[in-house]
Structures are given as C-alpha cells and as structure tokens.
C-alpha cells in the first residue's frame, strides 16, 4: 500500500515536471546495451531532471515490450481508451512490431465500472487473434488517466 502511494506521488511529480517543461523525452534511439551477445534497444526516454527513469519501450531479440501508456487529458474512459491505444500502435510500429503481433496485454483501469466501454474500443484492435489479457481495477492510475495499458509483442 505505501508502494502505491509513493507511486502515485511520483507520478503526480512528474506530470508537474511535465507540464513546466522539466521532464523530456529524447525519441533518438538510445544505446544498445548488450545482453548476453544481443542487442537491447531503447525508445523514447523518459527523464527526470535530465536523469533518465524509463524507456517508452525495450527491445531484446524478436521481443519488444512496452510501458504503460495513459491518457492524461479530460474525457471519457472511450476517449482514454482510444488514445491510449493508438499511441501503443504508434510505439509498436516504430519499434518493428504491430498491434497484431502483440502476445501479452496488461490493461489498469482506475475504476472497474469502465470495464464494459473500454472493452467497447478494446474490441478487434488487435486483429483477429486478440492476445491474452489481464484487466484489474487500481483504484487511479499516474496521471489521472482511466486507464493504462502495457504490452508485450514480438517483431
């Protein structure tokens, strides 16, 4: 519990930095690090202070996996839903993959009712053979967003 409280603090932090410019991101490629004679490769950056504290999305071999995405504007869990699902697309993309290769979804709603309309936009925006879900109710996601998704797909 007080895990969760120090991450919405910080998270709350960081939409503050965002807002007033402080936080980047930087959409170069970051380093390839080496793992095991792979290459890991980084999306975009999200920075701290100009320290960085975690990639849009890492990709390791065939396998990409991508942070949770929010939607932080006023709307409905529709519109949250949709955004959030197009800037996944997005990432997705440029990192090699598709929303059809995606294996694993995570998806946090900030209040179970919504369950229903988001599933409404949810519905065939991974192809014909969706991948395997998990859906909770948090309680609040970072950012006041009603919803937040994460992924896992292969290139």
């Known amino acids: 519990m007080e ?11 960081l939409l503050g930095l965002a807002g007033a ?11 390839n690090t080496s793992f095991e004679g792979n290459k890991i490769a980084h999306g975009a950056v999200v920075k701290q202070n100009d320290v960085p504290l975690f990639s849009s999305y890492t990709k390791h071999g065939d396998m990409v996996f991508v942070s949770g995405i929010g939607a932080h504007f006023k709307g409905d869990i529709k519109a949250h839903t949709d955004h959030v699902l197009n800037e996944l697309k997005k990432v997705l993309e440029s990192a090699g993959s598709s929303m059809e ?19 409404a936009v949810f519905r065939g925006r991974f192809g014909d053979k969706p991948p395997v879900r ?22």
């Not at 410019?21 to 380093?31: E, K, L, N, Q």
């Not at 998990?134 to 290139?155: F, H, K, M, N, Q």
């Open 3 to 13: 895990r969760r409280k120090s991450l919405k603090q910080i998270f709350k932090g």
């Open 21 to 31: 410019g402080i936080v980047s991101r930087s959409f170069a490629m970051d380093s």
């Open 101 to 119: 290769k995606v294996l694993k979804c995570s998806v946090f709603l900030h209040d179970l009712d919504d369950y229903d309309e988001m599933n």
């Open 134 to 155: 998990t859906t909770v109710a948090v309680g609040g996601v970072p950012g006041a967003s009603l919803v937040e998704i994460d992924v896992i797909a292969y290139v």
